[in-house]
């Protein structure tokens, strides 16, 4: 049965909806207060609200527009006992998708009933084919096999349509970058710029004008005025790479722009509306930017409302290099007029013997020397870069030995195989353990493990 929430102060007509509704295929659930509706909303799965307009406290236009921005997929149908041109136009207003007037017959209620839920079954079923295609998209641009790489593409699939800020974080090679244009490729702001900018790589003074703009005279060099990149960004997305070296000083009025969604040019005094979607990629453990007093807390939590951690190369397992090694292959031999079927057996193997500090844009960089290099249809060990082709394997923590042990022992070697393969990054380390960096630092106090951070 097709699951209906009742909404209504009136005593009488809500048990009498109740008892009647089941008769024409309904499960109703009946409150009689906006607030039990939100909590019932939160807990529960409906196909449609049938709310009255008026209520003691909140009443039912307020509750509809609620329920709009909290579920917009989820149709609301408004009773009133005055059925005004008015009434009707505030109930549109509010988002409802049909308006009614008391008193209506069981039958006309059903009938609206019927008409909204083959609305909702429709949006949903709009919604699942617009997710297949999204995450279709973003696998065409984004290499990944590995449960680890799953779960990101999970993850771009359901922000990329929001509007919310995302910060990405990641080793350097990571593909940060390729994660950001798939987000804004599956927006619905694909249409309109992508711009990028790299926080480490100006001082301050310059990155200030080439974000926020400047007018003509603004300092020396200023001989023109210039809209700056937030601006030329308008109704698109800009992505702040590097943002943990942004200099502490721009960061003040960085998080203005991202609360008030203005910008104010250098050396102007007017304040100019920008609509941006703010993307944010760090190769920093910001929380310990955070610590050290160069990164502000109230700007993380304005950029991270949602993050997306890309896992380093050497931790995605073979599945992931050698499905990003065989589609870089093929893309180059393309590029290049070759014909080149894939690896030979060899030298897949010495690509899962590499530890791969640079990560996926190392491992491209070299499928493309090797693409060029081979005079096979079989890329071999000799055609790899010198660094690869005369690679041997380094000894690595086993996650298995031969001899029996207890779960703390598996625990603790498996946590230092994950802090080695991490570099010591203890905090991107308690992400891929899943725990909390808390959890894991009791963890190595017991253990009696000392492991230098990043930074050390």
């Not at 974080?169 to 927006?187: L, Y």
């Not at 031969?402 to 070697?413: C, F, G, I, P, Y």
Request: hydrophobic fraction near 40%.
């Amino acid at each position: 049965m097709k699951r209906v929430l009742l909404v209504d102060d009136d005593k009488d007509f809500g048990r009498t909806l109740e008892r009647s509704l089941p008769s024409k295929g309904y499960d109703p659930r009946w409150v009689q207060s906006s607030a039990d509706a939100i909590e019932a909303i939160n807990e529960g799965d409906y196909s449609v609200v049938l709310c009255d307009i008026r209520m003691p406290k909140t009443d039912g236009l307020a509750l509809c527009a609620e329920i709009v921005t909290r579920r917009p997929e989820l149709p609301v149908i408004l009773l009133t006992g005055f059925g005004t041109f008015d009434a009707a136009v505030a109930a549109l207003r509010a988002g409802a998708y049909d308006f009614l007037s008391k008193p209506a017959t069981l039958d006309t209620i059903a009938f609206a009933l019927d008409r909204a839920v083959r609305h909702h079954a429709l949006q949903n079923e709009v919604s699942r084919l617009r997710r297949v295609e999204s995450e279709a998209r973003i696998e065409h641009s984004l290499v990944a096999k590995s449960p680890a790489m799953r779960r990101v593409l999970d993850a771009v699939g359901r922000v990329a349509d929001s509007s919310a800020s995302v910060l990405i974080s990641g080793e350097s090679g990571t593909g940060k970058e390729v994660v950001a244009r798939a987000i804004h490729e599956n927006s619905s702001r694909k249409n309109q710029p992508f711009l990028a900018v790299n926080c480490a790589a100006m001082p301050a003074q310059l990155l200030e004008s080439e974000l926020f703009g400047h007018v003509k005279g603004a300092f020396t060099d200023a001989r023109d005025a210039r809209p700056g990149l937030f601006r030329e960004a308008q109704g698109g997305t800009v992505l702040l790479d590097e943002i943990g070296d942004m200099p502490v000083e721009l960061q003040p009025k960085l998080l203005r722009v991202l609360q008030e969604r203005k910008v104010r040019p250098v050396g102007s005094s007017q304040e100019i509306p920008i609509d941006v979607r703010f993307i944010c990629a760090t190769n920093r453990d910001l929380e310990e930017r955070i610590s050290s007093k160069q990164f502000r807390d109230d700007l993380y939590f304005r950029i991270a409302v949602v993050e997306i951690v890309l896992p380093p190369l050497r931790v995605r397992g073979a599945e992931d290099i050698l499905a990003i090694a065989t589609d870089a292959a093929h893309r180059f031999a393309r590029a290049h007029g070759k014909d080149i079927k894939g690896l030979s057996k060899p030298a897949a193997e010495r690509l899962l013997a590499y530890d791969w500090p640079g990560n996926a844009r190392e491992l491209v960089h070299c499928m493309e020397h090797a693409v060029l290099m081979t005079n096979y249809d079989h890329i071999g060990v000799d055609d790899l870069p010198p660094r690869l082709a005369h690679h041997r394997a380094g000894h690595s923590v086993p996650v298995m030995d031969a001899e029996l042990v207890t779960l703390d022992v598996m625990e603790r070697r498996y946590t230092e195989k994950v802090l080695a393969a991490l570099k010591g990054n203890k905090a991107a380390a308690a992400r891929v353990l899943g725990i909390e960096r808390r959890t894991l630092y009791r963890k190595l106090e017991a253990w009696g493990v000392t492991q230098p951070t990043e930074a050390e």
